[in-house]
C-alpha cells in the first residue's frame, strides 16, 4: 500500500531535487557555447558571492518578506481578534475574508496592475482624490513599487491570518479567561498577559507558512512590475527565472534555486524552534 504513494513521492520531490543538485554542479546551457554539462563542483555556489545583482534581489526579498509578514502578523491577529468578539455578521465577513485568498495570485497581479495604472487606475484616481501625487504612477517609481506589491501581498494574505487566530481563540480554554477576570485584570491586560501567549504557537504557525510563501514570491511581482522599475523589485524568484529562462543558464539558475530551498528550509527550522519553544512554554 506504501509504494505508489513512495512511488509519487519520489517522481515529484526525490529525483528533481536530485537532478537539481547535480545540474547546480555542471556547467549547463542550451544557448552558451562550451557549457555542455562538464562538471564545475562549487563554482556556481562561488558565483553567487560576486554576483550583484543576486545580492540585490536577495535584499529585495528579505524586505519584502519581513516587511509583508510582519504587517500581516500585526493586523491579521488584531483583525482575528475583533471577528472573534462579533455577534452577528461573523460569518458573513468571514466568508468575505476568503475571496482575496481563493483568487489566484496572477489575477491578483492583474487587478492590482489596472487599479495602479498611471493614466486611468481607479486606486490612482482614488491617491490623488486624496491629495496624494503620483506623478508618473506608483508602480513606475523604484521608491513606490515595492511598497504597492507589499500592501497587495498584505490584502491578499492579512484574511489568513486573521482566520488561524480566530480559529485558536476557539481552541483556548475558558478558565485562564475566567481566573484572570476574578483577579480584576482589565481587558487590555487580558490580551496582553493571558490571550496572546496562549497564541503565539498559532500566529507562529501563521507566520512560518506565510514566510516561506513569501521567500518565493513570483507570480505579482513578474505581472505587476516585472522586477522594475529598473531592478527595484527584482525578487529572489523572479532573477532565478532570468537566469534560467531567459539566459537560459540552467546550472547558474538551479545554484540559485538550491540556494533558496536550503534557506527556506533554514527559516523552517528557526520558526518551527521558535514555536515549540512557546508551546512548551504555554
Known amino acids: 500500500m506504501q509504494s505508489p504513494a513512495f512511488l509519487v513521492l519520489a517522481l515529484v520531490v526525490v529525483f528533481p531535487l536530485i537532478y537539481s543538485i547535480n545540474l547546480s554542479l555542471r556547467q549547463f546551457s542550451l544557448v552558451i557555447p562550451g557549457r555542455t554539462g562538464q562538471w564545475a563542483g562549487l563554482d556556481n555556489y562561488r558565483r553567487m558571492l560576486h554576483d550583484a545583482d543576486f545580492g540585490a534581489s536577495l535584499i529585495t526579498t528579505l524586505t519584502f518578506v519581513v516587511v509583508a509578514v510582519a504587517l500581516?502578523?500585526?493586523?491579521?491577529?488584531?483583525?482575528?481578534?475583533?471577528l472573534d468578539r462579533l455577534v452577528r455578521l461573523r460569518r458573513t465577513i468571514t466568508s468575505v475574508l476568503l475571496l482575496p485568498m481563493i483568487v489566484t495570485p496572477l489575477i491578483v497581479g492583474l487587478m492590482f496592475n489596472f487599479a495602479f495604472n498611471a493614466q486611468f487606475g481607479y486606486a490612482t484616481w482614488a491617491l490623488e482624490v486624496l491629495g496624494i501625487e503620483t506623478d508618473q504612477g506608483l508602480l513606475n517609481k523604484g521608491s513606490t513599487a515595492?511598497?504597492?506589491?507589499?500592501?497587495?501581498?498584505?490584502?491578499?494574505?492579512?484574511?489568513?491570518?486573521?482566520?488561524?487566530?480566530?480559529?485558536?481563540?476557539?481552541?483556548?480554554?475558558?478558565?485562564?479567561?475566567?481566573?484572570?477576570?476574578?483577579?480584576?485584570?482589565?481587558?487590555?491586560?487580558?490580551?496582553?498577559?493571558?490571550?496572546?501567549?496562549?497564541?503565539?504557537?498559532?500566529?507562529?504557525?501563521?507566520?512560518?507558512?506565510?514566510?516561506?510563501?513569501?521567500?518565493?514570491?513570483?507570480?505579482?511581482?513578474?505581472?505587476?512590475?516585472?522586477?522594475?522599475?529598473?531592478?527595484?523589485?527584482?525578487?529572489?524568484?523572479?532573477?532565478?527565472?532570468?537566469?534560467?529562462?531567459?539566459?537560459?543558464?540552467?546550472?547558474?539558475?538551479?545554484?540559485?534555486?538550491?540556494?533558496?530551498?536550503?534557506?527556506?528550509?533554514?527559516?523552517?527550522?528557526?520558526?518551527?524552534?521558535?514555536?515549540?519553544?512557546?508551546?512548551?512554554?504555554?
Open 146 to 282: 515595492l511598497a504597492v506589491l507589499i500592501a497587495v501581498d498584505v490584502w491578499e494574505w492579512l484574511p489568513f491570518i486573521a482566520l488561524m487566530v480566530m480559529a485558536g481563540l476557539r481552541a483556548l480554554p475558558a478558565s485562564p479567561f475566567e481566573a484572570a477576570s476574578l483577579d480584576g485584570a482589565s481587558a487590555m491586560q487580558t490580551y496582553r498577559y493571558v490571550m496572546l501567549p496562549m497564541l503565539k504557537p498559532v500566529i507562529g504557525v501563521a507566520v512560518l507558512f506565510r514566510a516561506t510563501e513569501a521567500v518565493r514570491e513570483f507570480d505579482k511581482v513578474f505581472v505587476l512590475t516585472g522586477g522594475g522599475p529598473g531592478s527595484s523589485t527584482t525578487v529572489n524568484d523572479l532573477y532565478q527565472y532570468r537566469v534560467s529562462f531567459l539566459n537560459w543558464d540552467l546550472s547558474y539558475g538551479a545554484a540559485l534555486g538550491m540556494t533558496t530551498f536550503v534557506a527556506v528550509l533554514a527559516i523552517c527550522a528557526l520558526v518551527y524552534r521558535v514555536t515549540t519553544r512557546m508551546d512548551a512554554r504555554v
Open 72 to 82: 500581516e502578523a500585526v493586523l491579521g491577529t488584531s483583525l482575528g481578534i475583533l
